[in-house]
Nanobody, 120 residues
Framework: QVQLVESGGGLVQPGGSLRLSCAAS????????MGWYRQAPGKQRELVAR???????NYAEFAKGRFTISRDIAKNTVYLQMNSLKPEDTAVYFC??????????????WGQGTQVTVSS
């Protein structure tokens, strides 16, 4: 099992920046990839960015050039640096981990979510 705890959300003005953090605990050695997803009211949850244990990254189109995902293996933490925030970035941001079970099945764990509101 892997448990995730997010932090760093809040209210920011358009054009501002926020950094989200997600700390993993539990069977951290089994984690293959970690990522950030978001869900706005009335919309489906969508990928923001993802990083693998080999530090390979992929981003949603809306995140490219503005958001940066990074991972500190020693701290078992993944970060999402968000710059040039727009009102349409307002959503609940969820941390995600893909990890292997003892039977080598690939499972998914989610954090509780952190609210990001971009408004003047």
């Amino acid at each position: 099992q892997v448990q995730l705890v997010e932090s760093g959300g809040g209210l920011v003005q358009p054009g501002g920046s926020l950094r989200l953090s997600c700390a993993a605990s539990g069977n951290r050695a089994s984690i293959y990839a970690m990522g950030w997803y978001r869900q706005a009211p009335g919309k489906q949850r969508e990928l923001v960015a993802r990083i693998t244990s080999a530090f390979s990254t992929n981003y949603a189109e809306f995140a490219k050039g503005r958001f940066t995902i990074s991972r500190d293996i020693a701290k078992n933490t993944v970060y999402l640096q968000m710059n040039s925030l727009k009102p349409e970035d307002t959503a609940v941001y969820f941390c995600n981990a893909e990890y292997y079970s003892s039977s080598n099945s690939l499972l998914t764990s989610w954090g509780q979510g952190t609210q990001v509101t971009v408004s003047s």
